[in-house]
């Protein structure tokens, strides 16, 4: 018996491999790899194939920009101060004939009414107000009247209502009156009118609605502005200047219109500067900042990874390009079309500039154009 066991076991076993099916672990393997295929992961581009999914996103980007952008805003904070002064001085100059701005904004004049395309969770607030003379200290009001320059509101658009908490907080921070949304939590009104959308009830793709209010409208003529600075929210996309209208961005209805890191993640950065012109009165002007291909020949390093890395970093980062440029956009006039429409902006300034440890995105590009 001792013997003859182990020769019964290794018969067995040698009986069981030649009996069993041998197309099982073929057919086995096929049904792992297709339920690892049906499925779905957590990766971004799984989620952004579903209503759900796409929330999601949106809500942990912008959570993100407010909370892991701190050191950079702290890097280009000195280029974006003295820019947006400049800005809202030459504003002020190019649209007197308005009554925005200059003297006027301390003897009757309305102030000057801007406009944040892309304004994320509105890092461009404090420094608005820095800009034009305010205190733009937490908790304070900035002493508008008696400011070279004022700022009578400001619109914040953004196609991701999440940013607009975020938003929020930061306008109120900086010293802004933050408007809320009517009863019924409807937004009929738009910048300049008295009709049109903006977002509605719980926002687009089930996003939380943005403040907004139709009670103050920017481009409404007034002897004064208020003591504190307006801020109301907009949810809507800044791809065309038909998209702007339809949510209540009236053409000719701002003084400023601010772009800062806005074209390199748009569809069409042409017809997003298209859109940013028409919403410009005459002698309006458009302050912009961006990240930018490297411009550097000997660079050549820098601009392959750049162009290898672009792919993931749109699907990461909500659509952003590391290989774009908005130089030559404005260079042609910002007409929309490929630099094939009319020419509506004149560029005046442009910065270069590189952002200390910014990686990738280290290569960066500042400028002022004025609306023809």
Sequence with gaps: MKIGMPVFLSSTSTTKKKTRPPRLRKNQKNYVAAAAALTPCCCALC????????????????????????????????????????????????????????????????????????????????????????????????????????????????????????AQEAAREAGFEVLEPPSGGSNSGGSGSGS?????????????SPSSSTSSSPSAPSSSFPQRPTARFVQASAESPASLSASGIRDESVDVVLCTLLLCSVPDPGQTLAAAAAALRPGGVIAFLEHTLDPEPTHGLMRVTQRVLDPLQQLLADGCHLTRDPVPLFEVGGGGGGGKGARLLRLSKVERFRVEGGGFIAPHVSGIAVKL
């Design 47 to 166: 989620l952004s194939r579903t209503q759900l999914g796409r929330n999601a996103y949106k809500s942990y980007f912008a959570s993100a920009m407010a909370t892991m952008m701190q050191s950079y805003e702290a890097e280009v904070e000195p280029v974006k101060r003295a820019l947006f002064a400049e800005v809202l001085r030459e504003a002020a100059a190019g649209t007197a004939g308005s009554g925005a701005g200059g003297e006027g904004s301390g003897s009757g004049g309305r102030g000057l009414d801007v406009l944040d395309l892309g304004c994320g969770a509105l890092p461009n607030a404090r420094l608005l107000l820095l800009g034009s003379g305010g205190s733009a200290s937490p908790g304070s009001a900035p002493s508008s009247p008696r400011s070279p320059v004022a700022v009578r509101s400001l619109v914040g658009v953004d196609s991701n209502a999440f940013m607009f908490r975020y």
């Design 196 to 208: 049109g959308g903006g977002s509605r009830g719980s926002g687009k793709d089930g996003a939380p």
